[in-house]
Nanobody, 120 residues
Framework: QVQLVESGGGLVQPGGSLRLSCAASGSVMGIYAMGWYRQAPGKQREMVATFTNSRKINYADSAKGRFTISRDNTKNTVSLQMNFLKPDDTAVYYC??????????????WGQGTQVTVSS
């Protein structure tokens, strides 16, 4: 089992910045990817950015050039630096982790979510 705890959400004006952080605990040795997803009211949850153990990084088109994902494997954390925020970025942001075990099973974990509101 992996537990994920997010922090760093809040209210910010358009054009501002926020940094989200997520700390993983539990069976972290099996984690092979971590990332951020978001869900706006009335919309489906969508990928924002992911970071694999092989250092492959993916960004949603909406995040490219504005958001930066980073991982610290020594601390089992993943962060999302969000710059030039727009009202359309308003959503609950979720930390995600993928774990694999020696039998080939894969598990997916989610944090509790942190609210990001971009508004003047």
């Amino acid at each position: 089992q992996v537990q994920l705890v997010e922090s760093g959400g809040g209210l910010v004006q358009p054009g501002g910045s926020l940094r989200l952080s997520c700390a993983a605990s539990g069976s972290v040795m099996g984690i092979y990817a971590m990332g951020w997803y978001r869900q706006a009211p009335g919309k489906q949850r969508e990928m924002v950015a992911t970071f694999t153990n092989s250092r492959k990084i993916n960004y949603a088109d909406s995040a490219k050039g504005r958001f930066t994902i980073s991982r610290d494997n020594t601390k089992n954390t993943v962060s999302l630096q969000m710059n030039f925020l727009k009202p359309d970025d308003t959503a609950v942001y979720y930390c995600n982790a993928l774990e694999g075990d020696s039998d080939g099973y894969q598990y997916e974990y989610w944090g509790q979510g942190t609210q990001v509101t971009v508004s003047s």
